[in-house]
């Protein structure tokens, strides 16, 4: 494994997630080595891992009942039931998680900075800082008349999914289902084109992965900054619902968009089993396929690391060189490798930021 001669920023991970629900132990703290997980201090900078967009994902409320979980018949098809959350229940975890994300701010001695600007972003990348972007999986913290987006916005948030896949007031995701179209019930309510256009007006990012393609259509037909889908796969090789089809693939590739790569097994594997059996050649092979179909330019990584079961090869943040030399093996040069690890993220975010 070769060390890695630039920074890599990364669409996606569900670290505070991880630190919430302390699925790590009591005590243990994002600057603890861990072998649990995937991402912490320790790790990014053993793997290069110099930032990413850290998601408030919200888990189900755990005082309500949880929906029927139907067990997956051996390799069938499956979907998975998702049930909606409460404004108030939404509000609760988010501040939770957003304030575990500042708090690891300021005690890390200026390790690790949330970043508001590309010139933030810019200058933690330059100096070795974790840039760390606020992002929400899901608007169910927002309310519709959209006081809270203004607040949390206020407070750092610079990116935002309209739906993590369960319903919302904003519209329907997607739901987990393989093999399936993501073509799956209706998009955007009127609250959520309403919200396309504050965030357009704020310069948050949407995100669009976790939308269903009618969703991902009527952010397209509305918005004004490039399409983004955070951590996502190409469908003709994984035909999972979470994955992107070659129309919305041509859709972001003229926007001048990008797509992050997610590394989760189920969304790369043609069979779509959660299998950490996974080679990182299928990680390189998605890669090729969205360069092919949208560009150099519009390509990058959204692992979601702490969210999903990684392929055992790579293994954790700290495994990132060994997809950087498969890549380089495939014959990606450094300028290419440069732009995929976080030049192509820069740019987005510069062009829907405006700062
Ligand atoms: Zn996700």
């Known amino acids: 494994m070769t060390a890695i001669p630039f920074p890599i920023f990364d669409g996606h991970n569900d670290v505070l997630l991880a630190l919430y629900e302390r699925s790590r132990g009591e005590g243990v703290t994002f600057f603890d080595h861990s072998d649990q997980g995937h991402l912490d201090l320790p790790r990014a900078r053993a793997g290069g891992f110099a930032g990413g967009f850290f998601a408030v994902y919200l888990p189900a409320d755990p005082t309500e009942p949880a929906p029927e979980r139907p067990e997956r018949a051996g390799d069938g098809p499956f979907e998975m039931p998702l049930t909606p959350l409460t ?41 070795g800082v974790l840039a760390a972007i606020l992002h929400f999986e899901g608007a169910e913290a927002i309310d519709p008349d959209l006081n809270a987006l203004e607040v949390f916005y206020q407070a750092g948030l610079r990116s935002l999914g309209p739906v993590w896949s369960r319903p919302n007031a904003f519209g329907h995701g997607v739901p987990f289902a393989f093999p399936r179209s993501p073509d799956a019930g209706p998009g955007l309510t009127d609250a959520g084109r309403r919200l396309v256009r504050a965030c357009n007006r704020l310069g948050i990012m949407i995100d669009l992965s976790h939308l269903n393609e009618q969703g991902f ?35 972001i590739r003229e926007s001048d968009g990008m797509v992050g790569l997610n590394f989760a097994v189920g969304f790369l594997r ?18 090729d396929c969205l360069v092919e179909r949208i560009g150099v330019d519009r390509v990058g990584f959204g692992s979601d690391f702490d969210g999903a079961t990684m392929p055992l090869e790579l293994g954790d943040a700290s495994g990132l060189p060994r997809l950087i030399d498969a890549l380089r093996a495939r014959g990606y040069d450094d300028a290419t490798l440069r732009k995929i690890a976080h030049e192509n993220w820069v740019r987005v975010l510069r062009k829907t930021w405006r700062v």
Request: charged letters at 25%; hydrophobic letters at 45%; a negative charge.
């Open 270 to 287: 043609e069979d779509g089993k959660n299998e950490a059996d996974t080679p990182i050649d299928l990680m390189a092979r998605h890669i």
């Open 87 to 127: 404004l108030a229940y939404a509000q609760r975890a988010t501040m939770a998680m957003a304030a575990i994300l500042f708090r690891i701010e300021a005690a890390s001695g200026g390790q690790l900075k949330v970043v508001r600007t590309t010139g933030e972003l810019e200058a933690c990348l330059r100096n």
């Open 217 to 251: 259509w009527d952010v397209a037909k509305l918005s004004d900054a490039p399409l983004v889908a955070t951590h996502s796969n190409v469908h003709t090789i994984c035909p999972s619902s979470r994955n992107l089809t070659d129309r919305q693939l041509d859709a």
